[in-house]
C-alpha cells in the first residue's frame, strides 16, 4: 500500500515539474508564477509549497528534470567519440525547436556564476558531468582506433560546450543570423575529421 501511495506521489512530482517547465519556458524565471503553476497542477499554491518549499528549490528540480529528459534522449555515458559528438549535434538542432526552453538554461546559467544563486550547484555539476561524459567518450574512441590516439579528451570536452553555448546565445540574440544547429553540425564534422587517425 505504501508503495502505490509512492508511486502516485512521484507521479504527481513529475506532473509538477512537466507543468513547471513549461512555465519557466514561457515566462521565464522572474515572470514565472506559482499561482499559475499550481492552477495548472490542480493544486492550491500552498499545496504546490508542500512538494516544492519555493520558486528557487522548483526551478532547481525542474532543471534537473530537464537533464534527466535529455539524458534519456541523447545518451552519453554508452557512445564513442563520433556517436557522442552526433548526438550533441542532435541536441543543439532539439534545441532549436524550442527557444523558450533555451533562454530559460541560458538566463539561469547566466545568472548561476554567483555561489549563491539557487542553480550555482546545479549549473556547476551539470558542466562537470557533461565534461566528463564528453571527455569519457572521446578516450573511448581513441583507445578503439575511432579518433586519434593521441588526442586531449578534456580540452576537446571543454572546446565542444564552449562552441554550444557561444553558439546558443547568439542565436537566442539574432536568430535570423545564426542557425545554432547547422553551425554546429558543421564544427562537429570538421572535428570528427579533424581528430580522424591518419
Excluded at 533555451?102 to 556564476?113: T, Y
Amino acid at each position: 500500500m505504501r508503495r502505490r501511495g509512492y508511486a502516485s506521489g512521484e507521479a504527481r512530482r513529475e506532473r509538477i515539474l512537466a507543468l513547471a517547465l513549461q512555465e519557466f519556458a514561457e515566462y521565464g524565471y522572474r515572470g514565472a508564477s506559482l499561482a499559475r503553476i499550481a492552477e495548472r497542477a490542480e493544486l492550491t499554491q500552498a499545496g504546490l509549497l508542500h512538494h516544492f518549499r519555493s520558486k528557487e528549490l522548483l526551478l532547481v528540480a525542474v532543471l534537473e528534470y530537464r537533464d534527466e529528459i535529455d539524458a534519456r534522449r541523447f545518451d552519453l555515458e554508452q557512445a564513442g567519440g563520433v556517436a557522442a559528438l552526433r548526438a550533441l549535434a542532435d541536441v543543439v538542432d532539439y534545441n532549436s525547436r524550442v527557444p523558450g526552453l533555451v533562454q530559460l538554461f541560458s538566463v539561469i546559467s547566466g545568472e548561476a556564476v554567483t555561489a549563491d544563486h539557487p542553480g550555482h550547484a546545479w549549473a556547476r555539476a551539470r558542466y562537470r558531468r557533461l565534461r566528463q561524459a564528453l571527455a569519457d567518450a572521446l578516450r573511448r574512441a581513441a583507445g578503439s582506433g575511432e579518433l586519434r590516439a593521441d588526442l586531449d579528451a578534456e580540452a576537446h570536452a571543454d572546446r565542444v560546450i564552449a562552441m554550444m553555448d557561444g553558439l546558443q546565445t547568439q542565436w537566442l540574440i539574432d536568430p535570423e543570423r545564426v542557425d545554432m544547429a547547422a553551425l554546429f553540425r558543421g564544427y562537429v564534422d570538421d572535428l570528427i575529421e579533424s581528430l580522424k587517425p591518419s
